[in-house]
């Protein structure tokens, strides 16, 4: 089946640093994939997308390159502030039955200190 | 803006009691979704339903059961409470391409059920 694998936190980081969270995948065919983000006591919302090996996903300054051949799909952020502070899952479509369904990653906590 | 919300964000019950989490999304989406999301497990999906009056089992469905009687509501029902459903409750929407595939999901803020 598919299933999504993410570094486990929380990750604790200072104003500025670089921010890497891992994810890995396991699909058949072609998936798409996501990360979503949960700031405190809020629902996900989708942060970046990429529907195709090679394509980068980039918003609010965070990025990620899907890689077919490492199957991963790395979060990336240069510089990090504390408004960044949230859950960050994982994610990635997986066709079922007449449609798509999401399977996601356990979650990241970020937390960033001043 | 699209928006999804959830009926509670507090809602506290007792073991047996009949519980509905309501839904509701303002996009006229054909696809809802209701998930639970517990520490170190992720989201799980409970159940789906991409058009009215369908509905389809998702990853762990035991305990629940699911309405969807017009396109922008759907009700996650827990027929007797147990207290291993104390969880955050998550509801999401998203529209379909013209290839069936589903896009990107809207969630609600979540109601987070205590069950004692």
């Known amino acids: 089946g598919n299933s999504v694998t993410q570094m486990e936190g929380p990750v604790?980081?200072?104003?500025?640093?670089?921010?890497?969270?891992n994810c890995?995948?396991?699909?058949?065919?072609?998936?798409?994939l996501f990360w979503y983000v949960q700031y405190p006591g809020e629902g996900l919302q989708l942060l970046l997308k990429a529907t195709k090996a090679d394509d980068k996903g980039s918003n609010k300054g965070f990025e990620a390159t899907y890689r077919k051949e490492t199957t991963s799909f790395h979060l990336e952020k240069g510089s990090v502030q504390v408004s960044d502070s949230a859950v960050y899952f994982c994610?990635?479509?997986?066709?079922?039955?007449?449609?798509?369904k999401l399977t996601f990653g356990t979650g990241t906590q970020l937390k960033v200190e001043l | 803006d699209v928006k999804v919300t959830q009926s509670s964000r507090y809602l506290v019950k007792r073991t047996g009691e009949k519980v509905f989490l309501e839904c509701v999304q303002d996009m006229d989406h054909e696809n809802m979704f209701w998930?639970?999301?517990?520490?170190?497990?992720?989201?799980?999906?409970?159940?789906?339903s991409y058009d009215v009056k369908m509905k389809e089992k998702g990853d762990i469905p035991e305990g629940y059961s699911v309405s969807r009687e017009k396109k922008?509501?759907?009700?996650?029902?827990?027929?007797?409470?147990?207290?291993?459903?104390?969880?955050?409750?998550?509801?999401?929407?998203?529209?379909?391409?013209?290839?069936?595939?589903?896009?990107?999901?809207?969630f609600g803020p979540g109601t987070r059920l205590t069950v004692l």
């Open chain 1, 12 to 21: 604790t980081l200072s104003e500025e640093a670089f921010l890497t969270i």
């Open chain 1, 24 to 32: 890995t995948y396991t699909a058949t065919g072609y998936p798409s």
């Open chain 1, 91 to 100: 994610a990635l479509t997986s066709r079922t039955g007449g449609g798509n």
């Open chain 2, 35 to 48: 998930y639970r999301q517990d520490p170190g497990l992720g989201l799980r999906l409970i159940y789906f």
């Open chain 2, 72 to 106: 922008e509501r759907f009700s996650l029902i827990l027929e007797s409470a147990s207290t291993n459903q104390t969880s955050m409750y998550l509801c999401a929407s998203s529209s379909s391409d013209n290839t069936g595939s589903y896009n990107e999901q809207f």
